[in-house]
């Protein structure tokens, strides 16, 4: 049997793995809100990607950090497209440096959107989830928020709170039908990590069994998969796509 087509919120899903996992739901006839912050056009593109295949999209822009930019981004999605069923939490950013010299900015800016950012967003969605009696959250977290990293104190603790985070509520909300889950990805090839110099690349490499970075496209399969009617058992999972980096 195919799943009912549903209403989906990716967020950050104008490029990278959001938008590998917003082209991948609406391929299987779900309608997306293609949530952005900073490039509309990235997110127009998307839009355009979906329709020109016969797909429903929109695009909705806001900082997942900001409570009043998820209310208004959850509104334009649910004016458009109807109740939010399937949320995805991708939105996140990195900013890098030991501990020694980080900023407080920069611990407060990765926190507020990688933590404080999935918290609204699934704030916000989950009391119409558990009034339809049905949900799928899935909040891409990372590896590194299993194992840590040197220079990523600020992203592994955000990380690392998201699995908190996703086991507990998927206590509260699971008896309702709505199903909570982390997918933790190892390095993936997208513009967070286009940025690290050749010689890190390779220390990095040397870390991952595989011997190679992933692509958006293996780890979305099982982003969408943790979205659909067979996946209705598995829920507080953290699961790694990572090429056994974590192993
Ligand atoms: P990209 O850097 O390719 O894309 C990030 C996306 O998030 C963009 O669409 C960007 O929109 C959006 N975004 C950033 N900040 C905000 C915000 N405050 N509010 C709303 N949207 C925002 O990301 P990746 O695909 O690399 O990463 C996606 C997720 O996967 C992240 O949570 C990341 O931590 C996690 N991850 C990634 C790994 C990797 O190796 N790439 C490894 C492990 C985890 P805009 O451009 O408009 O600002």
């Known amino acids: 049997m195919s799943d ?11 490029r990278g793995i959001g938008r590998e996992c917003a082209v991948r739901l609406a391929a299987l006839g779900h309608r997306v809100a293609i949530n952005y912050n900073t490039h509309p056009e990235d997110a127009d593109e998307v839009v355009k990607i979906i329709r020109d295949a016969g797909g429903e999209a929109v695009s909705v822009g806001g900082n997942v950090a900001v ?15 109807g109740p939010i069923e399937i949320l995805i939490n991708n939105a996140g950013i990195i900013s890098d440096s030991l ?16 933590l404080k950012g999935t918290y609204f967003c699934s704030r916000i969605t989950v009391p ?21 990293n040197a220079g990523q104190t600020n992203y ?16 509260e909300v699971s008896g309702r039908n709505v199903t909570v889950n982390a997918v933790a990805p190892g390095y993936i090839r997208t513009a967070t990590t286009n940025v690290l110099s050749e010689k890190l690349k390779d220390t990095v490499r040397s870390w991952i069994p595989m011997g190679r970075f992933g692509e958006p496209e293996e780890v979305a399969p099982l982003i969408v998969f943790l979205c659909s009617e067979d996946a209705r058992y598995i829920t507080g999972d953290v699961v790694r796509v990572d090429g056994g980096m974590a192993i």
């Open 156 to 171: 592994s603790a955000s990380k690392a709170a998201v699995h908190g985070f996703t086991k507990s509520l998927a206590k």
């Open 67 to 81: 409570r009043d930019d998820v209310e208004k981004m959850i509104a334009e999605t649910e004016e458009a497209l």
């Open 4 to 14: 009912q087509e549903r209403t989906a919120l990716v967020t950050g899903a104008s």
């Open 99 to 114: 501990l020694m010299r980080m900023k407080d900015e920069d611990f407060d800016r990765v926190m507020d959107t990688n």
């Open 128 to 148: 119409g989830m558990i009034k339809r009696r049905w949900g799928r959250i899935v909040n891409v977290s990372s590896v590194v928020g299993i194992r840590g």
